[in-house]
């Protein structure tokens, strides 16, 4: 803003001095601003290049631990994958034992089956050949174990005709006051 320009305007010369002071005191109180704005900045800037010179000598060894748990972290990962596999490979499988099926888990796990979708490839294959290599340790179908369930059991004496379990409903019952 320029004197003459307020001139042009038509203000007198007492208007142009009041309004250029007032002009004048908020734009030294913006020059304040920028002034203290960069001071932080230029302390900000050393600080973070001092700060970056320190860990410049660190740098190499965090990045080592980093880089390291990474990896730890990625084969973990993989035998995590590779024992959920295993697990559901076997289980269309019928073996002679437990120990048959251990033995067969051990050889797929150091076979290194490639892991694709959560299922190895060339799976078929390794079967197939153990089969060959060790007949024994399947069986022609799967035994399944069906649960077998008792009949009721009834005591004799004042509670004929109530078994266990009503007897035993019955005692919490009577705890707990709800006859």
Not at 92 to 97: R, T, V
Not at 154 to 173: C, F, I, Y
Request: hydrophobic letters at 30%; charged letters at 35%.
């Amino acid at each position: 803003m320029r004197r003459e320009d307020l001139e042009k305007l038509g203000h007198d010369k007492a208007q142009i001095d009041a309004i250029l002071d007032l002009y004048g005191k908020s734009v030294n109180s913006l020059k304040e601003t920028i002034t203290l704005t960069e001071q932080e900045r230029d302390t900000a800037k050393s600080q973070l290049e001092a700060t970056n010179k320190k860990l410049e000598g660190y740098d190499p060894e965090w990045k080592k631990k980093a880089e390291e748990a990474q990896t730890e972290a990625q084969k973990k990962i993989q035998e995590t994958m590779t024992e959920l596999a295993s697990e559901r490979a076997v289980m269309g499988l019928a073996f002679s034992s437990n120990s048959a099926k251990k033995a067969f888990v051990n050889d797929l796990k150091a076979q290194g089956l490639k892991l694709e979708e959560g299922k190895f490839l060339g799976f078929d294959d390794f079967v197939n050949k153990y089969k060959e290599t060790d007949p024994q340790a399947f069986t022609e179908t799967e035994t399944e174990s069906k649960p077998k369930f008792s009949e009721t059991v009834h005591s004799s004496g004042g509670d004929a005709g109530k078994d266990a379990v009503t007897k035993a409903n019955e005692g919490l019952r009577s705890l707990f006051g709800r006859n």
